[in-house]
Structure formats: C-alpha cells, structure tokens
C-alpha cells in the first residue's frame, strides 16, 4: 500500500482556542489567475468567467503569471502572504505585497523552481524591485478588472461561511468544525491532516500559534501554507459556491415565480433539516435575510422548525416537499 503523503497540522493544548478565520483577497486574486487561464476545470464559476475573461483581456499580466504559473506543484508565497486582520482592504493587502523584503522574493521563486528559475520569472531574481512594483501594478489592474465587481458578493458569502463555522468550532469543537472542510481533510482529534500528492510531507508543530483558516470562493481544494517566515495557514473551498454567482435577474423556476427566487431555493436546500447559519454558509446570504425569508415560508406553512441543543433547524413540510416535487 503506498504510504499518505499529508501535511499534518499539529494542535498543542491552545492551539485550538487560537484558532481563527480572516478573507484574504489576495487568494482570490492568485486564485482567479488560474481559473481563468483553465476555465474549463472550474464550471461552478462559469458565470465568473464569463464576465471577467472579456475585462482581463489585453491587461498586461506576464509577471503575474510568472509568480502563478500553471503545472507545477510548488508556487511562491509572497504575493499572497496570509493576511494579518480578518477582512483587510486589497489596497493594504497589495502595499503588504509591494513591502516584501526582496531577499525573501529572491529566496522564495527559487524555492518554487528548484530546477532553475525561467526566464519570464527572472526579473524577480536580477531586478527584484522594480520587477516586485510591476507586479503590484499588474495585480491591482487585475483585481480591478476581475474581481472587484464581484467583492460585495464574494464577501458576504465568505463571511457567513466565516461565521458558521466558527460558531461551531466554539460550540462543538474540531470535530465539527474541521471533518467536513475537504475531503482530503481530516480530523482526530489532535492532528488535522491534508492529503497531498505534491507537496513534501511534512509535520508541523503549531505551538501554540493556532492555525488560520481561509475560506476561499475561487481557490480549488484544500491549500496547506506552511512555508516561513509566514504563519500556519490552511485555504479551503465552502461548499454552495455556485451561488455566489446568481445573479438576481437570473431566469427561475415556476416555484421561485411563485414565492421568490430565494424563498424558493432556500425551500430546495431543507432536503435535510438545516440551522439559519447552515443556510446562510450554503447560499452567500446573511444570517439575517434567511432568518426573514424562513419566517414567511413557516408561516405559509412550507417549513417547520424544532430545536436542537442551541440551535433551531427547519425543515420542510409535506406540503412543502409537494411544491418543490411538482417543479
């Protein structure tokens, strides 16, 4: 049997109380780089592309691409460093960016080209300044063009995530909080570990740092960050990213014509009995504006609520169960 090849994070006695969550955009930003040059592997975000491939067009983005290059299994890190707030503003992310010590730009694209650095990334090498500027250019443009109109959405649906899971990881603890993050993730109890057959194995011992978690809507699969001199890191992918997509003038079913858009795919969603969070982490939409929706669609009597421990869940009702049948 061929043995695991795993990043194993190692959680001491504190680790899992400092545990914490932020949004790095500047994951989505290296993220959206690689959908877009392969979009035919990522459908969920069709739409995405769609609208950000016609903006990308005619950017200048070679070192871009350089530092993000496709094919390999080791990428730099220091154009994506993981953030240090829990929902900072791309202009500090981008000036963190353009701060980095060029030693550490120089040291960190050979770390990611062990056979010798290629010619479209060697500006990093030889002129490792001005190159690190043009890159910082380069990456604002694109943000600009790609996924800035798009961060009111992405955001809200990132943070809902955000706030789901940290109240489970409070209330329940790991087990519940990290079993289902990916499913090259898992969880006994003292060690989370993520298969990887790319990167080296490697144990790493978070004494007492805790480890960041990074939800992500257009990162794919699990992205262990245990390179120094930044902190553990772990970016993940929510599931019920398709969402963040839909616009709201999309066509809809006979049932959404009927009792909303939203209404109507939060009633498809109860196939199993959900908490107001657990909505909320699987359409992008707030806490709030579920809670609003549930309210009519109990009262109509499509739904029915029970408690469970803290937590309320709904479901459907038979008549409920009929309507979403029929369409």
């Known amino acids: 049997m061929t043995p695991r090849r795993s990043i194993d994070f190692l959680f001491g006695e504190d680790d899992l109380l400092r545990t914490r969550f932020a949004i790095s955009p500047l994951t989505e930003l290296v993220a959206a780089t690689y959908v ?6 990522f459908s969920p975000h069709r739409r995405w592309v ?3 491939a016609p903006r990308v067009a005619g950017l200048r983005l070679d070192l871009l691409s350089a530092v993000n290059p496709l094919g390999r299994s080791i990428w730099p890190n ?21 701060a980095t010590d060029p030693d550490i ?14 010619p479209e990334a060697r500006p990093f090498l030889t002129d490792t300044e001005p190159a690190l500027a043009e890159l910082v250019a380069q990456m604002g443009a694109f943000w600009d063009a790609a996924l800035q109109p798009w961060w009111d959405r992405m955001s809200a649906f990132l943070e809902s995530e955000i706030a789901a899971r940290a109240r489970r990881l ?63 890191a772990l970016t993940y992918q929510p599931p019920g990213i398709g969402e963040v997509w839909v616009r709201e003038s999309d066509p809809e079913t006979a049932l959404a014509d009927l009792i909303g858009r939203r209404r109507a795919r939060l009633l498809a969603a109860l196939d199993r009995p959900q ?11 707030s806490p709030g504006g579920v809670s609003t929706h ?33 369409t």
């Open 36 to 41: 877009l040059r392969r979009p035919q592997g």
């Open 50 to 52: 769609e609208s950000a």
């Open 78 to 98: 220091f154009n994506a460093p993981p953030p240090i707030s829990p929902h900072p503003r791309i202009e500090d992310e981008l000036a963190r960016v353009a």
């Open 105 to 118: 730009v120089r040291a960190d694209v050979e770390r990611a080209y062990p056979e010798g650095v290629p």
């Open 170 to 232: 409070v209330t329940t603890g790991g087990a519940a909080a990290f079993t289902d993050l990916d499913p090259t993730a898992t969880w006994d109890g003292r060690t989370l570990s993520v298969a990887s057959a790319r990167m080296t194995p490697r144990t790493v011992r978070l004494g007492g740092r805790g480890l960041l978690l990074l939800p992500s809507v257009l990162a794919f699969g699990a992205w262990p960050r245990v390179e120094p001199p930044w902190e553990p």
């Open 275 to 285: 908490s107001t969070l657990e909505l909320a982490a699987g359409t992008g939409w």
């Open 294 to 326: 549930l309210g009519v669609l109990l009262r109509a009597g499509l739904v029915a609520r029970r408690r469970s421990g803290r937590e309320v869940h709904y479901s459907r009702t038979a008549t409920g169960d009929a309507l979403v049948a029929g």
